[in-house]
Nanobody
């Protein structure tokens, strides 16, 4: 059983940056594909980014590529999401997730473990 704990969310002005972290425990972190998703009020959970177990491959939602960067540190059992040029529409609860199948997927249904989420609010 993998436990995931997100941190780093908060309130930021439009144009600002935040770095989210997700610390994993209870499993072999380096064997999991890790993903970030987000959910805004009244909307479905949407894919943000995912990274392969080795960190050599990453995938992004098309609208976010260039502003968001996913990375991981397997020695620290942590995955990061660097967010820049933030917009009010980026406001959401951000979740990290772990996928044991080793496919860098954008589908929430393919992820086995989820964190509780961290709130990101971008003011205009």
């Amino acid at each position: 059983q993998v436990q995931l704990v997100e941190s780093g969310g908060g309130l930021v002005q439009a144009g600002g940056s935040l770095r989210l972290s997700c610390a994993a425990s209870g499993g072999t972190f380096s064997s999991y594909v890790m993903g970030w998703f987000r959910q805004a009020p009244g909307k479905e959970r949407e894919f943000v980014a995912a990274i392969s177990w080795s960190g050599s491959s990453a995938r992004y939602a098309g609208s976010l590529k260039g502003r968001f960067t996913i990375s991981r540190d397997n020695a620290k059992n942590t995955v990061y999401l660097q967010m820049s040029s933030l917009k009010p529409e980026d406001t959401a609860v951000y979740y990290c997730a772990a996928d044991s199948v080793r496919a860098v997927s954008s589908r929430p249904s393919e992820y086995d473990y989820w964190g509780q989420g961290t709130q990101v609010t971008v003011s205009s």
